[in-house]
């Protein structure tokens, strides 16, 4: 299959977050278009395990959606950062846990048409509780849940997010006996 050609790009709008982008293109066959979508450094996604099994999940207020939403922890890519170190900054933010050990699951594009966001899937073990300090714009309840009852919420759609859903396909297979 044969690439688009990039013609030129230019910044729209900057934030903390992302930027929000358009480029100008060319198609193989010659036809010009224009591609509008959000740049971002990546994103890390933790699924925190304690020493018992539970999960570590988090629930907050999701502005877009106006509700609640259940999640592993998950943030975004500072500049120059790792994912390990994302991974690592946001379950003690978000959770108030510090990593002792940290494996890579897998990786997955959340929205694929409008960002260019990758984001990376880890397992974390041998935890260590700390303090939470999460951003201002978080308000968190940090939840312990056992695979069986994430699968159940899945299942009543108490767990809707797209992000979370695709981490746990993903990560899933490490709980079955």
Same mark, same amino acid.
């Given at each position: ?6 013609? !030129?790009?230019?910044?729209? +709008? @900057? ?23 959000? +740049?971002?450094?990546?994103?890390? !996604?933790?699924?925190?395990?304690? %020493? %018992? #099994? ?5 629930? =907050?207020?999701?502005?877009?959606? @106006? ?13 120059? =950062? !790792? ?9 003690? &933010? ?5 990593? #002792? ?14 960002? %260019? ?8 073990? @041998?935890?260590?509780?700390? &303090? ?12 312990? @849940? ?11 759609? &108490?767990?809707?997010?797209? =992000? ?14």
């Amino acid at each position: 299959m044969k690439k688009w050609e990039k013609l !030129s790009e230019e910044i729209l +709008h @900057k934030n903390p977050w992302w930027t929000y982008r358009h480029e100008k293109y060319v198609l193989p066959k010659g036809k010009e278009g224009d591609y509008y979508y959000m +740049h971002t450094n990546g994103g890390a !996604s933790v699924i925190p395990v304690l %020493d %018992d #099994g539970r999960i570590i999940m988090t629930k =907050q207020w999701r502005y877009l959606f @106006k509700r609640e939403n259940i999640e592993f922890p998950i943030g975004g890519l500072k500049e120059n =950062q !790792s994912y390990e170190e994302a991974a690592r900054i946001e379950l003690e &933010e978000e959770a108030g846990y510090k990593i #002792g050990e940290l494996s890579f699951v897998g990786e997955m594009a959340s929205c694929k048409g409008l960002v %260019d966001e990758m984001i990376k899937v880890f397992l974390a073990k @041998k935890l260590e509780k700390t &303090e939470s300090h999460p951003d201002e714009t978080e308000e968190i309840e940090i939840l312990f @849940k056992t695979p069986e009852e994430i699968d159940k919420m899945i299942e009543t759609n &108490e767990i809707w997010d797209g =992000q979370v859903l695709a981490a746990w396909a993903m990560a899933r297979k490490y709980f079955i006996k």
